[in-house]
């Protein structure tokens, strides 16, 4: 009888445990995907603007899921054109870096100016 104890109590150690490890990985869980939505929406602001953003880091604050997160966004070019932009977001709190992301934006370039007629059109 006392060895059967002996093993009910360490199959529910063991579960306690687990549970334990489960609720570790949840808030961990958590922690980055608040951080990923926060990531995706300083991108997507980036990516809806009507100019293109400045190139350079900018840093702001953000409150989601009732917790604070400080983004920094880096825009660097991509190729020789400057018509591609790459977005570097990176997402952090009390704890350290809990997101990144990185997003590219195309800048049309402006519609080509109308040409003018080579000959005149005759007037009646």
């Known amino acids: 009888m006392m060895v059967a104890l002996a093993v009910f109590s360490l199959a529910a150690l063991a579960l306690i445990r687990l549970e334990g490890a489960s609720l570790r990985g949840a808030a961990s869980v958590d922690r980055s995907l608040l ?9 997507v602001e980036a990516l809806t603007a ?7 880091t900018t840093q702001g604050d953000e409150i989601n899921g009732r917790r604070a997160w400080r983004w920094t966004r880096t825009v660097s070019p991509v190729g020789d054109g400057n018509r591609v932009y790459k ?12 997101g990144k992301l990185t ?7 402006p519609p080509p100016a109308p040409m ?4 005149p059109s ?3």
């Open 116 to 119: 003018p007629s080579p000959t």
């Open 87 to 98: 977005i570097d977001v990176t997402v952090a709190d009390v704890a350290g870096t809990a």
């Open 103 to 109: 997003a590219l934006r195309d800048t049309p370039p």
């Open 50 to 56: 009507a100019k293109a953003p400045t190139l350079g």
């Open 35 to 43: 951080a990923g939505i926060v990531a995706r929406n300083v991108a």
């Open 122 to 124: 005759p007037r009646p």
